[in-house]
């Protein structure tokens, strides 16, 4: 019997090298660049040569994942940007709009505590939706209406498969329901 095997790198289908240069002259967002699934999705798009605008709130990782991506060759902007925060987004989506049209947005930004809904102070909770939910909203208001006028654009949401625990929460377990909210939402947009 053939035994499963943990696959902890990039399948071959989406290797940034099947991806050379395919992104030259396209500008790419990408929220919580800092670190993490951010910084390598970043990376990803530098070696695609796309131009790259990071958000994240934390300035020196966001500094250090600038520095990977200009070794790519890549163009680097770099902003300092909480994505709950309306008026923020605002202002850094008007900077990077005279960089160019906006092609990919990655609302990448997320993360928080993993418990249950009522193993957590409903503060905490809610500072999960607006983490996990609100900021992708916010960018998405933001930068969709000038994909739909140039009819071409790509958003790519990054959510987690926690949010498939919907049965989970009827059945009072301990779902993530800033995620279940996230990606029911989501999955209804036009
Ligand atoms: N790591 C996993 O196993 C996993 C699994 C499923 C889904 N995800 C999702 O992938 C995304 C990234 O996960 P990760 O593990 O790389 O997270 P991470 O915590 O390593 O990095 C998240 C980055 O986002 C930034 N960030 C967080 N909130 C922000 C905000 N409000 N405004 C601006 N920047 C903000 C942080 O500073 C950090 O640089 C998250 O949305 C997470 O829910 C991760």
């Known amino acids: 019997m053939v035994q499963p095997t943990l696959n902890t790198e990039v399948y071959d289908a989406i290797h940034p090298s099947n991806f050379a240069s395919q992104?030259?002259?396209?500008?790419?967002v990408v929220t919580g660049a800092g670190r993490g699934i951010g910084r390598h999705i970043s990376i990803a798009f530098a070696k695609a040569?796309?131009?790259?605008?990071?958000?994240?709130?934390d300035t020196e990782r966001q500094k250090e994942t600038k520095s990977l991506c200009e070794a790519e060759g890549a163009k680097v902007h770099r902003f300092a940007?909480?994505?709950t925060k309306y008026e923020q987004c605002v202002g850094v989506?008007?900077?990077i709009k005279k960089?160019?049209?906006?092609?990919?947005?990655v609302n990448n930004a997320g993360g928080g505590p993993i418990r249950g809904f009522t193993s957590q102070k409903f503060e905490e909770f809610w500072a999960g939706i607006e983490q996990n939910f609100k900021g992708a909203m916010i960018m998405m208001h933001l930068?969709?209406?000038?994909?739909?006028?140039?009819?071409?654009?790509?958003?790519?949401?990054?959510a987690s498969r926690l949010s498939s625990l919907e049965c989970r929460l009827?059945?009072?377990?301990?779902?993530l329901l800033g995620h279940c909210l996230y990606?029911?939402?989501l999955g209804r947009q036009r």
């Open 23 to 28: 992104f030259i002259n396209k500008l790419v």
């Open 49 to 57: 040569g796309a131009t790259l605008a990071l958000l994240d709130f």
């Open 81 to 83: 940007c909480d994505v």
């Open 93 to 95: 989506v008007e900077e």
């Open 99 to 105: 960089l160019g049209e906006i092609d990919v947005l």
């Open 143 to 158: 930068v969709l209406p000038g994909m739909k006028k140039r009819k071409k654009g790509c958003i790519i949401n990054i």
């Open 170 to 175: 009827i059945a009072g377990r301990e779902p």
């Open 183 to 185: 990606i029911i939402i």
